[in-house]
C-alpha cells in the first residue's frame, strides 16, 4: 500500500498531477482544495495517498492533509460512493463545510456538488452522522449554544450566508433558548 509520496511535482492537470520519485512517475488524483494549494511545478512536494485496487486499474489519490484522507476513506465506505465521487464531494466542499453540513443534516448543501444527487445525499448525512463532526457542538470553530443547529438552520433559511450567520451565532449566548437564539441572531446581523 502506498501512503506517502514525496518527491518533484512534474505536471498538474487538474484534477491529476504528476510526481516524479526517484525516477519515477506516479498519476495522482487530488481534490480541488488540495490542488490549489500545490507548490509551483519542479518544486518538492508531499501527500498522503490512498491507494485504490481495481480489477482493471491501480488509482492512486492524493492529499495535503490527514484530515482530508480520513474524510475520503470514510467517503468510500459508504455504498454507491466511489474514489471519484468522494474526490468530487472534497472538491466541492472543504472538510469543515461537509462535517458542518452533516451536523446540520443539510441535504441541500451536498446535492450542491456535482454528481451528488438527492438520494446520495441523504445516504452520506445517515452514514456520516456520528463519524463526521456530527455531535461536536461546534462548527466552523463556533461553539453552539443548545439548540444552535436550528437556530443556524432558521438563519440559512431566512437567506444569510454560512458566514453571516456563523458571525450572528458568536452574539447568541450559551443556554439561549432557540426563539430567543433568533432573536438575538437577528439583532446582531442587523446591527451589522
Request: hydrophobic share 45%; net charge neutral; with cysteine.
Amino acid at each position: 500500500m502506498i501512503g506517502r509520496l514525496s518527491g518533484t511535482l512534474l505536471e498538474k492537470n487538474p484534477p491529476q498531477l504528476l510526481v516524479d520519485c526517484h525516477g519515477v512517475g506516479y498519476e495522482v488524483g487530488v481534490s480541488m482544495s488540495t490542488f490549489y494549494n500545490l507548490p509551483a511545478l519542479g518544486e518538492k512536494i508531499v501527500l498522503l495517498t490512498q491507494q485504490i485496487v481495481r480489477e482493471d486499474a491501480h488509482l492512486l489519490f492524493g492529499f495535503g492533509t490527514a484530515e482530508e484522507r480520513d474524510v475520503f476513506r470514510q467517503l468510500i465506505k459508504i455504498a454507491g460512493v466511489g474514489p471519484r465521487m468522494a474526490l468530487a464531494i472534497l472538491s466541492g466542499m472543504s472538510v469543515s463545510e461537509l462535517a458542518q453540513a452533516i451536523t446540520l443534516q443539510e441535504t441541500g448543501r451536498l446535492t450542491k456538488v456535482p454528481g451528488v444527487g438527492k438520494k446520495t445525499a441523504e445516504r452520506l448525512l445517515l452514514e456520516l452522522k456520528g463519524k463526521l463532526g456530527a455531535d461536536l457542538g461546534i462548527v466552523g470553530g463556533v461553539a453552539l449554544p443548545d439548540g444552535g443547529g436550528d437556530i443556524l438552520n432558521a438563519l440559512l433559511a431566512l437567506g444569510y450566508s454560512d458566514k453571516e450567520a456563523m458571525l450572528a451565532m458568536k452574539q447568541v449566548p450559551a443556554g439561549s433558548g432557540v426563539s430567543d437564539g433568533i432573536k438575538l441572531a437577528l439583532k446582531a446581523l442587523s446591527r451589522g
